[in-house]
């Protein structure tokens, strides 16, 4: 089993910036990547950003520049910096770790965007 634990969401002007941390923990392999997702109101859940073990990162369109995603294998924990937020930023943010394909999920942490 894997246990994934968020944390760093919370309440933010339009323009700020927070980071998230998603440690991982329990039967994890070599080779596995990570992601954040995100879900707000009423919408389906997308993917915000990924890293796989061999460094390869890919990101949805409306977050390009401005959010960065970055892991330490020796940690297993996978990072989200996100500056220059916008109120459409405002979602719940769940961590995903892939492995074996299987995926494993965070409980989330609410991201809130508002002046």
């Known amino acids: 089993q894997v246990q994934l634990v968020e944390s760093g969401g919370g309440l933010v002007q339009p323009g700020g910036s927070l980071r998230l941390s998603c440690a991982a923990s329990g039967s994890i392999f070599r080779f596995y990547t990570m992601g954040w997702y995100r879900q707000a109101p009423g919408k389906q859940r997308e993917l915000v950003a990924g890293?796989?073990?061999?460094?390869?990162?890919n990101y949805a369109d409306s977050v390009k520049g401005r959010f960065t995603i970055s892991r330490d294998n020796a940690k297993n924990t996978v990072y989200l910096e996100m500056t220059s937020l916008k109120p459409e930023d405002t979602a719940v943010y769940y961590c995903k770790l892939s492995q074996l394909a299987i995926d494993y999920w965070g409980q989330g942490t609410q991201v809130t965007v508002s002046s």
């Open positions: 890293a796989t073990s061999g460094g390869i990162l």
